[in-house]
């Protein structure tokens, strides 16, 4: 099984709400990763998570809150948002480099579509 | 630095055709290269990876691609594409090591009934 789930599938959020998303996976993965993507762009690396701890952060705004739970679960927290932060969030997970022989394949979800009105 | 090129935005080809989709890396040891497909709306869905060994890998749905060190290159081909396979497609390298992978910017796939 190599399923990530997302949550919400859509989500619309005015500039002043706070919503979060959720991201799931049962592999067994240690890194978990926010990719944001815009139409017709490839997916822009946001945060990297490695054995629960945030390991990358590709100068995000702090608008954009990142959570890693436990080895599983993955929150990405949103307030504040601007209209150009509406765009498809993607959740992947891999093996964690750190791991022995690990290799980073990424297993991704199939997005939360986010629109910031 | 790591880059990814897939010099070609869109291709268009007839369905039942071959299909090449080419892809050049610049990274300096030895890359990790992978291959994702994404239908509008949706996620990316691995098609194939290579680490190391055999040049040739054949993924999913019929895919395959081949490592050509000399040339950087790591093109992906289907003997005969259906009109499902219209997707965009995007060509990754990462390392061992390095829990980033780069994207290219991705080929649009188009496909002539």
């Known amino acids: 099984d190599t399923e990530v789930t997302q949550t919400p599938k859509h989500l619309v959020m005015g500039m002043t709400n706070k919503k979060s998303l959720k991201c799931e996976q049962h592999m067994g993965h240690r890194a978990m990763y926010w990719y944001k993507q815009k139409a017709k762009k490839p997916p822009e690396l946001m945060f990297v998570?490695?054995?629960?701890?945030?390991?990358i952060n590709e100068s995000v705004p702090s608008r954009f809150s990142p959570e890693c739970p436990n080895s599983s679960l993955l929150n990405l927290h949103l307030h504040a948002l601007q209209p150009e932060d509406s765009a498809l969030y993607l959740c992947?997970?891999?093996?964690?480099?750190?791991?022995?022989?690990?290799?980073?394949?990424?297993?991704f979800g199939a997005g939360t579509r986010l629109s910031v009105l | 630095a790591q880059s990814v090129t897939q010099p070609d935005i869109h291709i268009t080809v007839s369905e039942g055709a071959s299909l090449e989709l080419r892809c050049n890396y610049s990274?300096?040891?030895?890359?990790?290269l992978f291959w994702y497909v994404q239908s509008p709306g949706q996620g990316l869905q691995l098609l194939l990876k290579?680490?190391?060994?055999?040049?040739l890998v054949q993924g999913i749905k019929g895919f395959e691609a081949e490592f050509k060190r000399s040339q950087s290159s790591f093109n992906l081909r289907k003997p005969s594409v259906h009109w499902s396979d219209a997707a965009e497609y995007f060509c990754a390298v990462g390392a061992r090591g390095d829990d980033k992978i780069i994207f290219g910017k991705g080929t649009r796939l188009h496909i002539l009934p």
């Open positions: 998570y490695s054995y629960e701890k945030l390991s």
């Open positions: 990274y300096g040891a030895t890359p990790y």
């Open positions: 992947a997970s891999s093996q964690s480099s750190r791991g022995h022989g690990a290799k980073n394949i990424q297993y």
């Open positions: 290579y680490f190391s060994g055999d040049t």
